[in-house]
Antibody, heavy 122, light 107 residues
Framework: QVHLVESGGGVVQPGRSLRLSCAAS????????MHWVRQAPDKGLEWVTA????????LYTDSVMGRFTISSDIPSNTLSLQMNSLRPEDTGLYYCAREGHSSGRAPAFDQWGRGTLVTVSS | DIQMTQSPSTLSAFIGDRVTITCRAS??????VAWYQQKPGRAPNLLILKASSLQTGVPSRFSGSASGTEFTLTISSLQPDDFATYYC?????????FGQGTQVEVK
């Protein structure tokens, strides 16, 4: 059975850093494209970043470019998100998701974790 | 980015009601729409792909349809397990975007 479990969230001051992890089980991330999607309080879902474990390509939404870095550790089957220079607008629930389907341009997600909460506040 | 305008934001219904949720895309997206169900504290669950393709294991009371840039999720007879928040998502453009969600509540 496929599971994704996020961890690493917490309360952090603006300008500081945080590292999120996503432990995958029931499949190997080495043959997947993995994503982070976030949800600000009382707002909709927002795609943040993706990594293809097949060819190494990474993508980021404009607002996190240069501040966030997505990475993976194949032996531990874990996805990570290093978040630097955090801003209050980065506050939200961060989900790890597996790309299960694609139009050839963009993904739909067939597996999600329950999320980890990041709060950026002074 | 393509905008997905989802309505209503909240829907109150009785068990057994027919429920319809709508998403309108800001441009043509070639029916590349997914629908998800999310219950409090749980991971989102994929219900439908390509506007109308029901995923394995999803009850047949759920269905999706499309007309131009308008997409509809229908629950033919609302069951207790269906009270949740539903999201649409377009995956036509290089940046996937989501609707704001519809919370289906008990009336």
């Amino acid at each position: 059975q496929v599971h994704l479990v996020e961890s690493g969230g917490g309360v952090v001051q603006p300008g500081r850093s945080l590292r999120l992890s996503c432990a995958a089980s029931g499949f190997s991330i080495s043959t997947s494209i993995m994503h982070w999607v976030r949800q600000a309080p009382d707002k909709g879902l927002e795609w943040v970043t993706a990594v293809s474990l097949i060819n190494g390509v990474t993508l980021y939404t404009d607002s996190v470019m240069g501040r966030f870095t997505i990475s993976s550790d194949i032996p531990s089957n874990t996805l990570s998100l290093q978040m630097n220079s955090l801003r209050p607008e980065d506050t939200g629930l961060y989900y790890c998701a597996r790309e299960g389907h694609s139009s050839g341009r963009a993904p739909a997600f067939d597996q999600w974790g329950r999320g980890t909460l990041v709060t950026v506040s002074s | 980015d393509i905008q997905m305008t989802q309505s209503p934001s909240t829907l109150s219904a009785f068990i057994g009601d027919r429920v319809t949720i709508t998403c309108r895309a800001s441009q043509s997206i070639n029916n590349w729409v997914a629908w998800y169900q999310q219950k409090p504290g749980r991971a989102p669950n994929l219900l439908i792909l390509k506007a109308s393709s029901l995923q394995t294991g999803v009850p047949s009371r759920f269905s999706g349809s499309a007309s131009g840039t308008e997409f509809t999720l229908t629950i033919s007879s609302l069951q207790p397990d269906d009270f949740a928040t539903y999201y649409c998502q377009q995956y036509d453009s290089y940046t996937p975007t989501f609707g704001q969600g519809t919370q289906v509540e008990v009336k």
